[in-house]
């Protein structure tokens, strides 16, 4: 079973009790995310620390210019942060960033998987990245919406590739998405957007040590 420490470090409100969120992203996991991503396995979340327990902490200010969030790996174990004021500052909500992140980290903990696309890019591979404004409630908090494994399984037609079921192909990108790529022969990484309004969003943000530049030294 995968231990994790939900931290709260943040002086500012996190939108939503903590104990009450902490709770949300449980059911999160047990009853939508992990039925479909299985080989995760169980998960079981905690509000302290403990022994070889992966963590994500909720902290006030963005450690990198304009992040709301990322996980990467701290003392060799994956480590997940959420930036309340960086979040709530763009008019998003800590609860979406929050599962969003610990939906990624589940998946790829330490943010070095790629998967082949069709056109011979390779994907990294994010669960929710390319649906990440697009949301549904649990226990009443709103959570992020997340791909299944058939989205990156190009011969895939006819299934389920998101779990609100707005994705309809493999590698399909919403309007509010985004996905990071990389050229196999060159070793480019750039990312791909949904519309051009996501790619002036995220252009304000200051990606140094995201998920996304994280993956280039892989």
């Not at 998960?43 to 450690?63: H, I, N, R, S, Y």
């Not at 763009?90 to 082949?116: C, F, K, Q, R, Y």
Request: hydrophobic share 40%.
């Amino acid at each position: 079973m995968i231990t994790i420490a939900i931290l709260n470090n943040a002086t500012i409100p996190l939108g939503c009790d903590f104990n009450a969120l902490v709770q949300a992203l449980q059911v999160y996991l047990n009853q939508h995310f992990l039925p479909v991503w299985s080989q995760v396995g169980p998960v079981k979340l905690m509000t302290e620390k403990a022994p070889g327990a992966w963590v994500m902490e909720f902290l006030d200010d963005a450690d990198v210019e304009g992040a709301e969030g990322y996980h990467d790996v701290e003392s060799n174990l994956p480590h997940a942060k959420v930036f309340v004021r960086t979040t709530q500052q763009v008019g998003d909500l800590i609860s979406v960033t929050a599962s969003h992140e610990l939906a990624e980290m589940l998946v790829d903990p330490t943010a070095n998987l790629w998967v082949n696309a069709p056109d011979g890019t390779q994907w990294a591979y994010e669960t929710a990245d390319a649906v990440e404004e697009n949301a549904f409630h649990v226990n009443g908090i709103p959570m992020s919406d997340f791909v299944y494994p058939a989205y990156f399984q190009p011969f895939r037609d006819g299934v389920q590739f998101d779990h609100l079921k707005l994705i309809t192909r493999p590698f399909e990108i919403l309007r509010g998405g985004y996905s990071t790529i990389r050229d196999p022969h060159t070793g480019e990484v750039k990312e791909i957007f949904g519309s051009p309004e996501k790619r002036a969003r995220f252009a304000k943000e200051d990606r140094r040590d995201h998920r996304s530049t994280w993956r280039r030294d892989y």
